[in-house]
């Protein structure tokens, strides 16, 4: 068995930024975990009702502050950094919603299960997950709303109601939908202590030499192309682990099963495409054609 690693490792780090939230304002001091992310990729993850767009929107209009200045969205954080979101400018931007979520009627879902409280769905290749400013409809949620029109405000976000994972757009597979709000945070909590079995097939470029192994490479954000996702020193990315089988060897190709022991975006696409082996099908990060 193989094992890929970070360059540097150094302890493990929780997530601990602090936050004091008053009547009129919400303060968040940077730690460690957060030193590094962009100012508005950070209030994406802390404010996820609201799209990135628009807190980029609230940055410009020193709605937020680092340190009592205005800054750039595209500003890196700091330890220690203060930024501080004023509650009236967060109400005064509410009205600017940029989606207008409608659901979206006469598409098929393929449910293989159903209860009371979730369902699972067997997502296709093609199918986006959630709204966003790039693809405002059609999408899964869309397309659930149609059907369960009672999923809506169930889950953290109004733009992701009853999604509790997700699966990247040309990718198919199972999706766990929460129906009520207490299924919905069992499922989290299933998710986040990493309860879940998340098991993916693919067809990698190149033969891989080892038969089994596991990848452990942080991953972080791309400061070029902040969309993507790159490989990082262990201390600037948050850890990821994939553990990879060999199924069958084709010349020029591998197929594998590669289990996710954490869940970070695009991990299984940036993890073989660092190690040399980038998925078949892949334009973003599979670039690499091995054709002989």
Known sequence: ??????????????????????????????????????????????????????????????????????????????????????????????????????????????????????????????????PSISHPRDTLVNILLARYPSIKGVGESKLRPGIVHRLDKNASGLLVIAKTRKAFDHLKRQFQTRKVFKEYTILTWGEVKEDRGIIDLSIGRSKRVPTKMVVKREKEGRRAETHFKVIKYFKNFTLLKAQTKTGRTHQVRVHFNAIGYPIVGDKRYGKINRRS
């Open 1 to 130: 068995m193989v094992s890929y690693k970070s360059e540097t490792k150094s302890p493990k780090i929780q997530r601990n930024f602090s936050v004091a939230i008053g009547v009129d304002s919400a303060d968040f001091i940077i730690s460690e975990e957060d030193k590094g992310k962009r100012l508005d990729r950070f209030l994406t993850e802390n404010f996820r009702e609201y799209s990135r767009s628009f807190l980029q929107k609230l940055i410009k209009t020193e709605g937020a502050l680092v340190n009592n200045k205005k800054v750039s969205p595209h500003y890196f954080l700091r330890i220690d950094d203060k930024i501080e979101i004023k509650e009236k400018d967060l109400k005064r931007l509410k009205k600017a919603k940029e989606i207008d979520l409608k659901p979206t009627m006469g598409m098929k879902l393929n449910v293989v299960y159903e209860d009371s409280n979730f369902l699972i769905i067997n997502k296709p290749s093609g199918l986006v997950v959630h």
